[in-house]
């Protein structure tokens, strides 16, 4: 009789071994080899002789095209995130820190669509069916008819989805909590959360049914479990968020039927998420105008435009070596913009410790925050608060240049919008507005910026020295 093969596979990153050892080679993570069958789950050799296949129909790239069929929520934006709505017969991923609120917001879209009329079920691994309703009574959903479950098992879930009228929303909370009679492992393991997954999948192709599913996060930020799992589902969903601040980020980074990097902002509240229409406002309303340090950034997250409020601080330091603490923005990019500044600007910042903060714990992603950013550097270093009703926005180069960035129009128009007069903006912008009340300063090298803000302090001393 042959030896039965067994192998062992990391359950932090998938990778596959051919001994047990306490270390993984793939991610460095100790002690998260399990052994497990090779025969069973996705992957697994085949159990009997295959069967002849069969040809399919070959087509042309040439022919009609039909819109992707869109549930739409009336929750505007969970709808913007989707792009229009949830497709049918999609499988979505949410991710998110634990307590963050993805099951609050779910539940809230289930109870949404089950008053248009829809089926909507939801499956809750994790919860009682009594924790689930206290939860929904606390969001006003009670009333709505959305069906409830707590199964874990995953032959079992699809045996009762597939009972009577098709549903047209299935919320699966969450996938760690899935496991198959076919798979000899425990729940939460790789080949558990991939043979669910994967099953979960099949159906909602074969059914027509959008599947949403909660994913929980590692310590690193990322959804647990292979990252297969995110190439096999149509849409990722990250909900970010900081404790310390009563507003939440829902955030695409995958989607197969809409645009990627769009943002839907929500506030929390005893009452659960309440969507905020006009993030800007949100993010500036705690300003200091009078403070330096502090430069409005104009930014895009995908068609929204966006202000948020770049806060630096800059201190002689008594240490050899200086401080650099960023929050909300990469630590490589602040090196870089302090070396240009001090390259080619002539502003020393060697011996000075910096920090820098986003403000309102927003995480901005896009270079375009370079010229705001050596702005609050420069303001906090001179001591001086710059304008109030201005803007700043633009991509800086190693050799000191001020380089173009997208949306120039819409930057300007959300700026003006919110009471902004003047901007700061690379002078090689194409698209600017043809009309508008605002004053443009156009910036072609940092140097110039420099200058400008060193100018106004110039004026306001010789004001000082006048009166």
């Not at 076919?182 to 049914?209: E, H, L, Y």
């Not at 910042?349 to 550097?377: F, W």
Request: aromatic share 4%; with cysteine.
């Amino acid at each position: 009789m042959a030896k039965a093969r067994t192998q062992f596979v990391c359950q932090n990153c998938g990778t596959v071994h051919s001994r047990w050892a306490g270390k993984c080679d793939g991610c460095g993570e100790w002690n998260t080899i399990i052994e497990e069958d090779p025969m069973g789950g996705i992957g697994g050799g085949p159990t009997r002789a295959p069967k002849k296949g069969r040809p399919v129909a070959l087509t042309t790239l040439s022919g009609e095209i039909e819109d992707a069929p869109r549930i739409e929520t009336g929750i505007s934006e969970l709808d913007r995130v989707t792009g229009g709505g949830f497709v049918r017969g999609s499988a979505l991923l949410v991710g998110g820190d634990p307590g963050i609120g993805k099951s609050t917001v779910l539940m809230q879209a289930a109870a949404a669509l089950a008053r248009r009329k829809h089926r909507v079920i939801y499956v809750s691994g994790e919860e009682a069916v009594a924790q689930v309703r206290l939860r929904a009574q606390r969001l006003g959903a009670a009333d709505s008819d959305v069906l409830l479950a707590a199964e874990t098992n995953v032959e079992d879930i699809l045996a009762t989805l597939s009972e009577g009228k098709r549903p047209d929303l299935v919320i699966i909370d969450s996938i760690q909590t899935l496991w198959s009679d076919t798979v000899d492992s425990a729940p939460g393991t790789v080949t558990q959360v991939r043979t669910g997954v994967q099953a979960m999948i099949r159906f909602a192709k074969q059914t027509g049914t959008a599947v949403v599913l909660v994913g929980h996060v590692t310590k690193e930020g990322q959804i647990a479990g292979p990252r297969v799992v995110e190439h096999m589902v149509d849409a990722v969903l990250y909900f970010e968020g900081d404790r310390g601040h009563h507003y939440r980020i829902l955030r695409t980074v995958k989607n197969r039927f809409g645009a990627t990097d769009e943002i839907g902002v929500f506030e929390m509240s005893d009452k659960g998420l309440r969507e905020v229409a006009n993030p800007s406002e949100l993010f500036l309303g705690e300003r200091n105008e009078k403070s330096p340090g502090a430069a409005v950034f104009a930014g895009m997250e995908g068609t929204r435009p966006l202000l948020v409020e770049v806060q630096a601080l800059v201190a002689p330091t008594s240490l050899g070596t200086p401080r650099r603490a960023v929050v909300g923005w990469d630590s490589a990019r602040l090196s870089m913009i302090l070396a240009v500044l001090e390259a080619h600007c002539g502003v020393r910042l060697g011996q000075h410790d910096v920090y820098l903060n986003v403000a309102g714990g927003y995480r901005i992603s896009e270079p375009a925050a370079d010229l705001a950013v050596a702005s609050a550097l420069v303001s906090s270093l001179a001591g001086l608060a710059l304008p109030a009703d201005c803007v700043y926005f633009g991509e800086v180069s190693l050799s000191g240049a001020v380089r173009p960035v997208a949306h120039t129009a819409q930057r300007l128009k959300e700026a003006e919008k919110l009471g902004f007069s003047q901007a700061v903006l690379p002078s090689a912008s194409t698209d600017l507005p043809r009309s508008g009340s605002g004053r443009l300063s156009e910036m072609e090298s940092l140097p110039d910026l420099v200058a400008r803000i060193a100018g106004s302090r110039r004026a306001l001393q010789q004001v000082d020295e006048a009166d």
